[in-house]
């Protein structure tokens, strides 16, 4: 017989399960400054694409070509 599941001692758990765990992506990059919501929707949508491995460095890459929605217009695909 299976027991019960019960989310509040679930929920209890979480913070020992985690704590050796690195932050994710979009935290990293919130703590090393790219903390306007266009880098954050930025970099959620790249990592929507990959994993957080990669997430971090292509976004800090395209952070250092345009940090604003118009500066963003002015990209080409090369």
Known sequence: MVADFDIH??????????QD???TALFD???QGYT???EQLSACIISLCTYDEV???????LFTRT?????????TTE
Not at 9 to 16: C, D, E, F, Y
Not at 55 to 61: D, L, M
Not at 67 to 75: E, N, S
């Open 67 to 75: 940090r604003t929605p118009k500066a963003m217009t002015t990209l």
């Open 9 to 18: 001692i679930a929920v209890k758990r979480l913070p020992a399960v985690v």
């Open 29 to 31: 990059l919130y703590d």
């Open 21 to 23: 765990l690195p932050e």
């Open 36 to 38: 306007s919501l266009f």
């Open 55 to 61: 997430t971090v460095p292509t976004s800090i890459q």
